[in-house]
């Protein structure tokens, strides 16, 4: 009797810890483009992906009319198996932007940089490492999100008068 309440206890402790542990969440990482492109799109905002032969693929997208790519970086020599994405926008028509407020970003923000491409525009990138297991889907919406404010609050600074 005793034998059968102490079985009986420990199917109950052993079922309720099983319902205890969270479920995992489901990691996310840059081999698969699809998998971002869909998270982009739960965002609401537009997403197309490109892929070329002998390069990496992207994806083109929009915010706030905010022109934005999302870059599968640290791929594979097949250009595959990305482990890495960059968030990278840019403004051709602030070429007049000094250095030094470029500088003066840099120092005051965190997450992303700013910089002058070749052709002298203002551009703003940001890395998300993906590498190994992977993000939980949840923080790769929020990196989606950090960038939007980024996005916007480096559009008022480069056309701040």
């Not at 915010?63 to 403004?91: A, E, H, I, P, S």
């Amino acid at each position: 009797m005793i034998n059968n309440i102490f079985r009986a206890a420990l199917t109950l402790a052993v079922a309720t810890a099983i319902a205890a542990v969270p479920a995992h969440a489901e990691l996310v990482n840059a081999k698969n483009p699809q998998t971002i492109k869909a998270i982009v799109e739960s965002q609401g905002w537009p997403a197309t992906l490109i892929t070329k032969a002998d390069e990496s693929p992207y994806i083109e997208s929009s915010r706030n009319d905010l022109k934005f790519l999302v870059l599968f970086m640290n791929c594979d020599d097949d250009k595959k198996n990305c482990k890495t994405l960059q968030f990278y926008m840019g403004f051709s028509d602030a070429k007049d932007l000094s250095l030094e407020k470029l500088n003066k970003w840099n120092k005051d923000k965190r997450f992303a940089r700013a910089y002058k491409d070749d052709q002298g525009d203002p551009v703003l990138e940001m890395d998300v490492d993906l590498d190994f297991a992977g993000l939980p889907r949840e923080n790769v919406g929020e990196s989606f999100n950090t960038w939007a404010a980024l996005m916007d609050s480096y559009r008022d600074y480069v056309f701040e008068k």
